[in-house]
């Protein structure tokens, strides 16, 4: 019991006077953002497996050399400055100075030779960074100085920077030996980045709190609390019930609702995850297509003339607007306009139903085929719903389709193992550019090429790209090759994503391609 | 009593292996979960070291030896997917199931047995035929329908409760749980609701027709006759002899809502071990989904076992084998 307190009854103008002073007494609150996240993490160490969403989180403690901005170009992080030497092998990066991890060491040069080293094995893990790292000769990593690095790839490879925007640097002097298991409780979470760990709950939660001497300034929040709420709905009614002040992967289904609602602000992106349709070129006979009565016939998915027919049946406007609900872009290739790689003179076929029906006749199936096309059920937003749509929009130029669709669990083994004919295939621009689709799509040697498409021709090109150091050719290069590739159409892009979140109307929100949610992407208005 | 307890247990052993053995040969069969964890550009040298590490290269057989060897040792071999100890995972989503599936039953027993009691002590009455009637809603609603009305209802129009999450577990006793707050409570409450709704209608519909069938035997109407005290009989000669099936419902309803409250946890983001069979099953995550089934089957067992035990305690007419047969 206080005593201090006197009982007054405020009256007239005392009352209004008390609450004011009421308000300024009381201490700025510590601003709190709750945001509910789709999907778990696998781990908390960041280097335990690439995967969106264990990176999402890592870079909230964790700073990589690069950063990517909403729109995937890149900007200074833990390095001010990079690029090549004169030898076109050898990569110079200048990294920041006066940066210091969250206990106070100050960070170097050896702390990113040790992070990359640690990337290509965790106790334990999965390590699938070694992927990102392949084109670095790791023996050759060398600190100049304790702010200079310098980086040596096996061969000519211009993307390097990109791919120095995806790995977290973790401390030496704490990360030496870690396990997976010490990121998780928090023990070895010690990076450089805008939030400190707080606290991990498999299954439940993550929370941070705000690193005030972050180099890149305060963060936007004193703590940020992650719930991972899987249901679609759940995660709606949390935000509606005021639960959460934000939450990630909006169902399509409900983003009509939430748009209209007053006290909700929704933000969308294009994202960076391209979907396609992947056809069986190579085989003699499909092993999924026969003719309409059944019978064995040769695979017409060889002729170009049928797989431009199918390109222009399928009514990418309908898939966007009535499958993914709008939040979708039609595209014919691996990007939408605004990303690197995209090319502007891929235009989007037309939806030409008569036109498509000649097609087929003058490459003597006038009457179609039996076909069953293949998707996931539960990997892609609204996955299955799009499979039947496609399988329709076939039927309109003589092709049955059967849609047969699997979780993901047992579908990549048989795709990777060409079990299909006609399958769904959704890729996400790792680098936040379009060769990072180009090179397991459509490259001759590549096993995510599940068509067997193979065109020396694109190989070269992208190949040639693949080894120009100059920017702009690079490009031009890589645009080329596009073009190339998809005029003999080897497989159906049909849209883009698009990453949307919600939050209460008080809150502004960057939407970012890569569809991580960060924290400081929600600012109080 | 003991020999049979021993013999039980054994029986286990033998049920947990067989199960172990069918998740091996289930996971080879649906797919590679190699190929669920490399990158999505992977290259085969990629998948094929995928494969090595997680021990996917050697036969089946010479999996499944390993893993019988490892345990001996008590180790159920490590995630996956997330690279921890597989068993530890289990246990340590546990305790949160355990919280939900406790306050479920509770209610479930709380409002189930009072009108169970009621609907079959006077079965002819307008009251009953109401519990009766909405009785029904329990067992004829989706389960995961239930819960998005509970969330919109309570935590969206009304905004009463919180639409999902556990409350933050605090220690007390040497217990750590999330029901010693308030807050813990505010949590619960909703998916507690939700799972109990059903086993109330199996509780109350059960007890109904076991009341009605008790009241009707000679020694009630003995004991009236008698004119033995109206709480004597109802509480004593007839609730208690309704025991043996209430038992047997909570024995069987507990384990599976223990291993299977999927729906619910799912849908009011509860983090308990339903959510992580599902990931273990769909990530192909074969050491997690071993350790939960065995532990499963476990906690199946030990109900059963104390079942069975209690039956001789409630109703000394039933005699375990094993005793008479020493």
Known sequence: MTKTIPLVRPTGIVAPLLVAALALATPVEAQTLTVALATAPTSIDPLFQQLGSNHELAIHTFDTLLQMSPTMQLRPGLAESWGPTSDPLVWEFKLRKGVKFHDGTPFTAQDVLFSLRRAMNVPGAPSTYSRALASVDVEKLRAVDDHTLHVVTKSVFPLLPRFAASIPIVSRAIGAGALPREFNDGSKTIGTGPYKFERYVPGDQISYVANPSYWGGKPHWDRVVYRIVTSGPTRVAALLAGDVDAIAVVPTTDMAGLERDPKVAVACGPSTRVMYWTMDVASEQARHITSKDGKPMPNPLRDLRVRRAITMAIDRAAIVEKVMSGLAIATNQFASDGFDGYNPAIALPENDITRARRLMAEADVPNGFKMTLHATNDRYVNDAQQAQAVAQMLARIGIDVTVETMPVASYFNRARAKEFTFAMVGFSMGTGETSSVLTPALLSDSINNYGSWKSAKFDSTFKQAMSTINPAEHLRLIQEATALAMADVPIVPTHMQVACWASRSALKITAFADEYTRADAFKRK | ?326
């Open chain 2, 1 to 326: 009593m003991s020999v049979y307890i021993i013999r039980r247990l054994l029986q286990s052993a033998v049920v947990m292996l067989v199960m172990a053995l069918l998740v091996f040969v289930g996971v080879y069969l649906i797919g590679d979960p190699a190929q669920l964890l490399v990158a999505a550009d992977a290259d085969q040298a990629d998948i094929d070291r995928m494969r090595r590490i997680l021990g996917l290269d050697q036969p089946l057989w010479q999996q499944f030896l390993r893993f019988l060897m490892n345990l001996a040792r008590g180790d159920l071999g490590w995630s996956f997917a997330h690279g921890e100890p597989a068993l530890a995972m289990v246990f340590q989503r546990m305790p949160a199931t355990l919280e939900l599936v406790f306050v479920a039953m509770l209610m479930a027993l709380l409002v189930g047995i009072p009108l169970g009691l009621y609907a079959g002590l006077h079965p002819e009455r307008k009251l009953s035929r109401l519990i009766m009637g909405s009785s029904i809603v329990g067992v004829s609603v989706p389960n995961f329908w239930q819960g998005l009305v509970l969330i919109f209802v309570m935590a969206v129009s009304l905004q009463v409760l919180p639409a999902g999450g556990r409350g933050e577990p605090v220690t007390v006793l040497g217990i750590r749980s999330s029901l010693w707050t308030v807050d813990g409570w505010a949590h619960v409450f909703l998916p507690a609701l939700n799972l109990a709704l059903f086993q109330c209608t199996l509780v109350i519909r059960l007890l109904r027709t076991n009341v009605r069938e008790i009241a009707a035997l000679d020694y009630i109407r003995f004991a009236w006759a008698k004119g033995l005290p109206r709480s004597r009989i109802v509480y004593v000669h007839i609730l208690r002899n309704t025991l043996v099936v209430l038992v047997t419902v909570i024995g069987v309803q507990l384990g599976s809502l223990i291993a299977y409250s999927v729906v619910t946890e799912t849908i009011f983001a509860w983090p308990g071990m339903g959510k992580l069979i599902i990931d273990s099953i769909n990530r192909l995550d074969r050491p997690v989904t071993v350790a939960y089934l065995m532990v499963v089957v476990m906690i199946f067992i030990l109900i059963n076992l104390v079942v069975d035990i209690l039956y001789s305690v409630i109703d000394p007419r039933i005699r375990m084998r094993a005793s008479t047969a020493s």
